[in-house]
């Protein structure tokens, strides 16, 4: 359908509204203005082809009433009705000018504007006149502007004169008052800093309007004038125009074109700047993205149609029925800010033309579509007896019996099901088997009413729905909670559980607890909801108790939570962890350190007296070593000689030696010989020489103390080397008395080891010196 757009009539003059319709004949057309239904009469009345004629338009009439308004046509036939969108009807007026041009003194070069201000409809059109003649457009220094704005710069004497605005539109015509133009003196030379004398207005318009946004400037030397967005976004060339010396002009406004725009004046060369800014607004009117589509469906399914529109600003959607505003109920709904429309459970009622109407400020559009009811006949008739009965708190069972009539043809049953508080979209359905009358509904929500209806179903088409039949379940128990023990001490333990929304609505909870080998309980202790520990008191530690909790509320008890806790660990813990006795463990603390004091003196002993046997030992070596070198170093005698006069040592006989002892030593030494024979060193096998063992069996025992002693070195060398001091052969005593005398008087070579030394200087510290004699001989 269409109709004219928003229009403008002239008074006294006729006026013609067209309204075109297409569709199936016949159709009726009727007018409507500000929605009451308009007479034939003489003044108005509707042409053969649906127009309406105004013969003779006026704005206020003598009864008081106005042609003005909005006007729109209603268009029907057998399928429905549908309503054109609204068109505003103004008359033409013109009033006076509100702003009249002013006299202005402005030195040559510098720049002049003037402005006159006057509104109508349609928009007059603002011309100047220059001592009663057109001001010459062709002038680039004049500039005419929209809005009754006229700019003129680098003024000259010649541009002196009477100026005065002419306003004109369809409605009148009409003078401003004059104003004088008055041009002083020459150019002057005089800097003045750039001032913007008229910065841009803010401005709303629609889409495909032209724009012109003033900026006005002067300054010496004359400023440069340039645009820029707020946002910073570039304002583009298309479109674009700079009118005069500043002034900036956009055609074919387009939504994007809004914004803050920016006018600056910098003078040249340099960055001294003055700016101004002003707003745009650019609206669109109302247009679909997606019109609703007409369709056909059966009896009890769902119908939907979808309304997408666009504008700027975004454009209010309403539906209509056959031309009337479109009330939502039960089975209508309405959603994503009215652009879809749903009609559940359809039935003939509905049948009807569906309009869906955009509207903004900038303007409205409209759009229709057709809802056609498939009913066929021989269909079932509704099913009987629909009861529903409440198993638990998430079930009910609904039953129901089959149709009255048309049976022969039901293929099911659909169950729809849905909370009684949620609107009809959230309705959801069960498919049944024909020979199934009844349907377990599950997974319903504790204390919730819901309802329920059956409808049978063919190949052509569903029953109309049964009665509709409403029931709430049961309320729920709370589930069971989280229970965990601790335990405090030997007579007390905690119980601890969690909260949770797993748990439902509780009201509570209850606490037993008992000795296991008793059949009573202790409790219930009630705790409230928001309570999540409780500690149980003197216990005995001997046994072992049970705990139980649960959570309950108005519909019962929910099931409980059982745990087994023993104290008995906890007092043999006691028992093998007993109270810090701290004067006792201090009185410990001190023994143990006088054990370990009495330690340390025990070890330091053991190794001075291994260090002493070790150096009495080397010393022992070193005699040996000594009595082998004599043996050498004396001429050889028969081995009947040297029986009878002894040794030879440092070149004397030693024939002062008890002849027992030199036959007990003679015999330890060939026991020695024995056990390690020697072999002849390698010189004297080299010069033939034999030895027997008979006669050299001193010197046997003298090389293997030396090879003990000396194992790197060859025989003459070890004995150089193992040659031991001059020193007579003391008693033990005596020689541990006077280590430091005998280190002193031995060669590098032949002094006893010095940690022997330090290890006895370390004892007779360690010990007392009462005690120091008697304990060396000890050691010794």
Same mark, same amino acid.
């Given at each position: 359908?269409?109709?004219?757009?928003?229009?403008?009539?002239?008074?006294?003059?006729?006026?013609?509204?067209?309204?075109?319709?297409?569709?199936?004949?016949?159709?009726?057309?009727?007018?409507?203005?500000?929605?009451?239904?308009?007479?034939?009469?003489?003044?108005?009345?509707?042409?053969?082809?649906?127009?309406?004629?105004?013969?003779?338009?006026?704005?206020?009439?003598?009864?008081?009433?106005?042609?003005?308004?909005?006007?729109?046509?209603?268009?029907?036939?057998?399928?429905?009705?549908?309503?054109?969108?609204?068109?505003?009807?103004?008359?033409?007026?013109?009033?006076?000018?509100?702003?009249?041009?002013?006299?202005?003194?402005?030195?040559?070069?510098?720049?002049?504007?003037?402005?006159?201000?006057?509104?109508?409809?349609?928009?007059?059109?603002?011309?100047?006149?220059?001592?009663?003649?057109?001001?010459?457009?062709?002038?680039?220094?004049?500039?005419?502007?929209?809005?009754?704005?006229?700019?003129?710069?680098?003024?000259?004497?010649?541009?002196?004169?009477?100026?005065?605005?002419?306003?004109?539109?369809?409605?009148?015509?009409?003078?401003?008052?004059?104003?004088?133009?008055?041009?002083?003196?020459?150019?002057?030379?005089?800097?003045?800093?750039?001032?913007?004398?008229?910065?841009?207005?803010?401005?709303?318009?629609?889409?495909?309007?032209?724009?012109?946004?003033?900026?006005?400037?002067?300054?010496?030397?004359?400023?440069?004038?340039?645009?820029?967005?707020?946002?910073?976004?570039?304002?583009?060339?298309?479109?674009?125009?700079?009118?005069?010396?500043?002034?900036?002009?956009?055609?074919?406004?387009?939504?994007?074109?809004?914004?803050?725009?920016?006018?600056?004046?910098?003078?040249?060369?340099?960055?001294?700047?003055?700016?101004?800014?002003?707003?745009?607004?650019?609206?669109?009117?109302?247009?679909?993205?997606?019109?609703?589509?007409?369709?056909?469906?059966?009896?009890?399914?769902?119908?939907?149609?979808?309304?997408?529109?666009?504008?700027?600003?975004?454009?209010?959607?309403?539906?209509?029925?056959?031309?009337?505003?479109?009330?939502?109920?039960?089975?209508?709904?309405?959603?994503?800010?009215?652009?879809?429309?749903?009609?559940?459970?359809?039935?003939?009622?509905?049948?009807?033309?569906?309009?869906?109407?955009?509207?903004?400020?900038?303007?409205?559009?409209?759009?229709?579509?057709?809802?056609?009811?498939?009913?066929?006949?021989?269909?079932?008739?509704?099913?009987?007896?629909?009861?529903?009965?409440?198993?638990?708190?998430?079930?009910?069972?609904?039953?129901?019996?089959?149709?009255?009539?048309?049976?022969?043809?039901?293929?099911?049953?659909?169950?729809?099901?849905?909370?009684?508080?949620?609107?009809?979209?959230?309705?959801?359905?069960?498919?049944?088997?024909?020979?199934?009358?009844?349907?377990?509904?599950?997974?319903?929500?504790?204390?919730?009413?819901?309802?329920?209806?059956?409808?049978?179903?063919?190949?052509?088409?569903?029953?109309?729905?049964?009665?509709?039949?409403?029931?709430?379940?049961?309320?729920?128990?709370?589930?069971?909670?989280?229970?965990?023990?601790?335990?405090?001490?030997?007579?007390?333990?905690?119980?601890?559980?969690?909260? +949770?929304?797993?748990?439902?609505?509780?009201?509570?909870?209850?606490?037993?607890?008992?000795?296991?080998?008793?059949?009573?309980?202790?409790?219930?202790?009630?705790?409230?909801?928001?309570?999540?520990?409780?500690?149980?008191?003197?216990?005995?530690?001997?046994?072992?108790?049970?705990?139980?909790?649960?959570?309950?509320?108005?519909?019962?008890?929910?099931?409980?939570?059982?745990?087994?806790?023993?104290?008995?660990?906890?007092?043999?813990?006691?028992?093998?962890?007993?109270?810090?006795?701290?004067?006792?463990?201090?009185?410990?603390?001190?023994?143990?350190?006088?054990?370990?004091?009495?330690?340390?003196?025990?070890?330091?002993?053991?190794?001075?007296?291994?260090?002493?046997?070790?150096?009495?030992?080397?010393?022992?070596?070193?005699?040996?070593?000594?009595?082998?070198?004599?043996?050498? +170093?004396?001429?050889?005698?028969?081995?009947?000689?040297?029986?009878?006069?002894?040794?030879?040592?440092?070149?004397?006989?030693?024939?002062?030696?008890?002849?027992?002892?030199?036959?007990?030593?003679?015999?330890?030494?060939?026991?020695?010989?024995?056990?390690?024979?020697?072999?002849?060193?390698?010189?004297?096998?080299?010069?033939?020489?034999?030895?027997?063992?008979?006669?050299?069996?001193?010197?046997?025992?003298?090389?293997?103390?030396?090879?003990?002693?000396?194992?790197?070195?060859?025989?003459?060398?070890?004995?150089?080397?193992?040659?031991?001091?001059?020193?007579?052969?003391?008693?033990?005593?005596?020689?541990?008395?006077?280590?430091?005398?005998?280190?002193?008087?031995?060669?590098?070579?032949?002094?006893?080891?010095?940690?022997?030394?330090?290890?006895?200087?370390?004892?007779?510290?360690?010990?007392?010196?009462?005690?120091?004699?008697?304990?060396?001989?000890?050691?010794?």
């Amino acid at each position: 359908m269409l109709l004219t757009l928003d229009d403008i009539a002239v008074q006294e003059q006729p006026l013609i509204l067209y309204c075109q319709v297409e569709g199936i004949q016949p159709i009726t057309i009727t007018w409507r203005k500000n929605g009451v239904m308009i007479v034939d009469s003489e003044n108005a009345f509707m042409l053969a082809n649906g127009s309406l004629y105004v013969s003779r338009f006026q704005r206020v009439r003598g009864d008081g009433s106005s042609d003005e308004g909005e006007y729109d046509c209603m268009a029907q036939n057998h399928y429905g009705l549908v309503v054109s969108r609204k068109a505003k009807i103004q008359a033409a007026t013109m009033s006076d000018f509100h702003i009249h041009p002013q006299n202005a003194v402005v030195e040559e070069g510098g720049v002049a504007r003037f402005q006159c201000q006057i509104h109508g409809l349609p928009e007059p059109v603002i011309l100047w006149h220059k001592n009663s003649m057109p001001v010459n457009t062709d002038n680039e220094r004049y500039t005419l502007l929209p809005k009754g704005v006229l700019q003129i710069t680098g003024l000259r004497a010649e541009d002196s004169g009477i100026f005065h605005c002419v306003a004109t539109n369809i409605a009148n015509v009409k003078f401003s008052r004059e104003a004088r133009l008055t041009v002083s003196g020459s150019h002057s030379t005089v800097y003045k800093d750039p001032m913007i004398l008229v910065g841009p207005e803010n401005l709303t318009l629609t889409v495909h309007q032209t724009a012109v946004l003033e900026c006005i400037a002067t300054g010496n030397p004359r400023p440069i004038v340039s645009w820029s967005r707020l946002d910073g976004r570039p304002i583009g060339v298309e479109g674009i125009q700079v009118l005069g010396t500043g002034n900036l002009m956009i055609s074919d406004l387009t939504v994007q074109h809004s914004g803050i725009y920016v006018c600056a004046a910098n003078k040249p060369g340099t960055r001294v700047r003055r700016t101004a800014q002003g707003s745009l607004v650019v609206q669109a009117p109302a247009e679909f993205v997606q019109h609703p589509q007409s369709i056909s469906r059966p009896v009890g399914t769902t119908a939907i149609f979808t309304c997408v529109a666009q504008g700027e600003p975004p454009p209010q959607i309403t539906w209509l029925r056959n031309g009337q505003i479109l009330e939502t109920s039960d089975h209508i709904k309405l959603k994503n800010n009215n652009s879809t429309l749903s009609i559940y459970g359809i039935n003939q009622a509905d049948e009807a033309i569906y309009q869906c109407l955009a509207e903004n400020s900038a303007g409205s559009t409209q759009a229709s579509a057709r809802l056609t009811v498939l009913w066929a006949d021989g269909l079932p008739s509704p099913p009987q007896a629909v009861r529903a009965e409440t198993v638990s708190a998430t079930t009910i069972q609904v039953s129901w019996e089959k149709p009255l009539q048309n049976t022969k043809e039901i293929i099911g049953y659909v169950l729809h099901i849905r909370k009684a508080a949620d609107p009809v979209e959230m309705e959801y359905q069960e498919a049944v088997s024909k020979s199934t009358f009844q349907q377990l509904v599950t997974d319903l929500e504790p204390s919730t009413s819901y309802s329920f209806y059956i409808k049978a179903y063919t190949s052509r088409g569903a029953s109309k729905a049964s009665e509709v039949t409403v029931v709430s379940t049961l309320g729920e128990v709370p589930a069971m909670p989280s229970l965990f023990i601790k335990v405090i001490n030997s007579t007390t333990v905690q119980a601890m559980w969690e909260p +949770s929304i797993k748990l439902g609505q509780h009201e509570g909870f209850k606490l037993y607890y008992r000795k296991v080998h008793l059949s009573q309980y202790t409790g219930p202790v009630l705790l409230a909801s928001n309570v999540t520990a409780y500690n149980i008191t003197h216990l005995d530690a001997s046994v072992v108790y049970e705990v139980k909790l649960l959570a309950y509320n108005q519909h019962g008890d929910g099931n409980s939570t059982v745990r087994f806790v023993s104290l008995r660990e906890t007092v043999e813990r006691t028992v093998l962890n007993p109270p810090c006795d701290c004067m006792k463990d201090e009185q410990n603390n001190k023994t143990s350190t006088t054990g370990i004091i009495i330690g340390i003196h025990i070890g330091v002993t053991c190794i001075i007296f291994c260090i002493l046997f070790l150096m009495f030992g080397y010393r022992g070596r070193l005699l040996m070593c000594k009595n082998v070198q004599e043996q050498l +170093s004396t001429p050889q005698i028969p081995r009947s000689q040297r029986s009878a006069t002894g040794f030879v040592l440092n070149g004397a006989t030693r024939r002062d030696r008890d002849d027992r002892d030199l036959n007990g030593k003679q015999l330890d030494m060939n026991e020695l010989e024995r056990l390690f024979p020697a072999s002849p060193s390698q010189e004297q096998q080299e010069k033939g020489i034999t030895v027997s063992p008979a006669g050299w069996e001193h010197t046997r025992l003298g090389e293997l103390s030396l090879s003990l002693h000396c194992p790197l070195l060859s025989l003459p060398s070890r004995l150089t080397a193992c040659q031991p001091p001059t020193t007579k052969l003391r008693s033990p005593h005596s020689l541990w008395m006077s280590s430091a005398s005998l280190r002193s008087s031995q060669t590098p070579s032949q002094k006893t080891p010095m940690a022997a030394v330090l290890l006895l200087q370390l004892l007779t510290t360690v010990l007392p010196m009462k005690d120091k004699t008697a304990k060396t001989r000890s050691l010794l």
